[in-house]
């Protein structure tokens, strides 16, 4: 969604980077162009003009001045003005001393309630909740059935007591639900309610009746983060006719410019909460501030990216890869496939590597890249034999043609495939040594750590357990993509002297 602000901001920053000392004059230029970038991304005036204030006010101050790297400490200055305007620190639900907890969502109709009440559901429950959601939204046609639908996708409990359609008093199925609730023990109640095309009276007087007879602990207002300069009159009207807790973007994977995240949240004085980025029920968290603005800036977001690793990989999955490479054990394809259906749980391979630091220079390469091939890559492995998976080496001429016959692919994708995962093996042993871990030869039988000497000893680094995976071979030397990293691939994180492999992201495009 904010491709287009990412790459206008890039853009400014990159200018910077080349001034030693920052005059008025380049203050002012900067501060013009990120003005223009907002405008542009339908982010509201008045946000807009807040925002430039206080970046201009900071940037002429002792903090840039006096700073060694002035560029960069503007660079700063605009990545923390722009968490303050998303939030600042992420806020979490308020629960109910005594259940149940009452959750109610408002917002104009096709901003994505009905799914986005599923997906609330299915988070609760995987937080340990045991949610209850509530068709109260009778004036929509099917509004009722699709949210039994998603509810019974989600593995959570729909009361519906009214078939809706224009049948049924949504206050009076609002009010009963939380008896239900109480009934069979459910702990948190998410009320879905109509919306209507437009801000009317009849809409939020239904809203505020709900809130009336169900007291909710939380109003969270469900905004379409593709409706642009609306969003302000909107989130206006439903913080002065209903009274919200909180916003809840949806759609955020959308190809408009985004400006309703950046300006929702300083209009209606209420935190974004959480962000829907796609159609399935698992397309939704928390929103963090800091880790959006990130992402704006082309800085990546690596904690979102390391959190849904970890709920893909298993711990002793993670133990496993961890004892292995401590142990100095080789790198197999069984092993890689293993990584490879657990990446491929996490979501499409372009929405992971975007997370990555400096993903934005390649950014046509990644929305160029299909997933279908490393469902071939698949097929390729699972028609070797155990033995080929342990030591690709005895893959000679006549296996090759049969595993690509086996898999449906040529010998050409074979011979890729086993190129590929030799440099990953070698990857992988060589990070092994990097850390001190044991294989390695001791550095006082190289010749040419002789003739280094002090400078030439390493301190043993020892490897966490668990964390990130390795990408497939050919996906995971994307520019800054250590923690830290800068883009410019002298800060990635990475043990000294650790050569990332060349990438080629065009074997991965789309045929």
Known sequence: MFDSLTERLSGIFTQLRGKGRLSEADIDATAREIRLALLEADVALPVVKEFIARVKERARGAEVSQALNPAQQVIKIVHEELVGVLGG?????????????????????GAGKTTLAGKLGRWLREQGHTPLLVAADLQ????????????????????APQPGNGVGDPIQVAADSIDHAKRVQRDVVVIDTAGRLGVDAEMMAQAASIRDVTSPDEVLFVIDAMIGQDAVATAEAFRDGVGITGVVLSKLDGDARGGAALSVRQVTGQPIMFASTGEKLEDFDVFYPERMASRILGMGDVLTLIEQAEKVFEADQQERMTAKLVGGEQFTLDDFLEQLIAIRRMGPIGNLLSMMPGAGQL?????????????????????????????????????????????????????????????????????????????????????KNKRKGKKGKQQNRQPRSGGMPALPPGLGGLPGAGAGGSGDGKDNGLPPGFQMPKIDLSKFGKK
Request: hydrophobic share 35%; no cysteine; glycine share 8%.
């Open 89 to 109: 620190e992420e806020r979490r639900l308020s629960f109910a001393k005594q259940p149940p907890t009452v959750i109610m969502l408002a917002g104009l109709q």
């Open 140 to 159: 929509r046609p099917n509004a009722v059935n699709q949210l039994q639908i998603v509810g019974e996708r989600a593995g959570v409990e729909v009361y």
């Open 363 to 447: 950014k046509d390469q990644i929305a160029d890249i299909d997933d279908k091939h490393l469902d071939r890559v698949t097929a390729i492995i699972r028609s070797m034999t155990p033995a080929e998976r342990g030591t690709p080496k005895i893959i000679n001429g006549s296996r090759r043609v049969r595993i690509a016959n086996g898999s449906g692919t040529t010998v050409t994708d074979v011979n890729q495939l086993l190129e590929r995962f030799t440099e990953a093996q070698k990857m992988m042993k060589q990070m092994g040594g990097m850390m001190g871990l044991p294989g390695r030869r001791k550095a006082t039988k190289s010749p």
